[in-house]
């Protein structure tokens, strides 16, 4: 299984982003999917999750901004993020609980990051 993500870059304050998180290789469900987010010098924070029933989470910080979503037919995950802050400056890292579909065990995968950055 491989994780594929993208969608970061440079934005103004108030800008918009979307990120997406793709899947691929011997996927028979995915669990749930979270978006983490690491600032330089800070620890990494979990930002919004998403669960198998669609039921979804977010940090404080992010609630009413960005949204998480997934497309289950292609097996991908998104974070919508809107009126973004110069402090949701950080790299974005999707982790999704896959059960596979070759010995059907469950393991978590992480993405290899996304740098966004909020800057005028």
């Known amino acids: 299984v491989q994780l594929q993500a993208s969608g970061g870059g440079l934005v103004q304050p108030g800008g918009s982003l979307r990120l997406s998180c793709a899947a691929s290789g011997y996927i028979f469900r995915i669990n749930a999917i979270d978006w983490y987010r690491q600032a330089p010098g800070k620890q990494r924070e979990l930002v919004a999750s998403?669960?198998?029933?669609?039921?979804?989470s977010y940090a404080e910080s992010v609630k009413g901004r960005f949204t998480i979503s997934r497309n289950i037919h292609k097996n991908t995950g998104y974070l919508q993020m809107t009126s973004l802050k110069p402090e949701d400056t950080a790299k974005y890292y999707c982790n999704l609980d896959i059960t596979r579909s070759d010995d059907y065990t469950t393991t978590n995968y992480w993405g290899q990051g996304t740098q966004v950055t909020v800057s005028s």
């Open positions: 998403i669960l198998i029933d669609d039921s979804t």
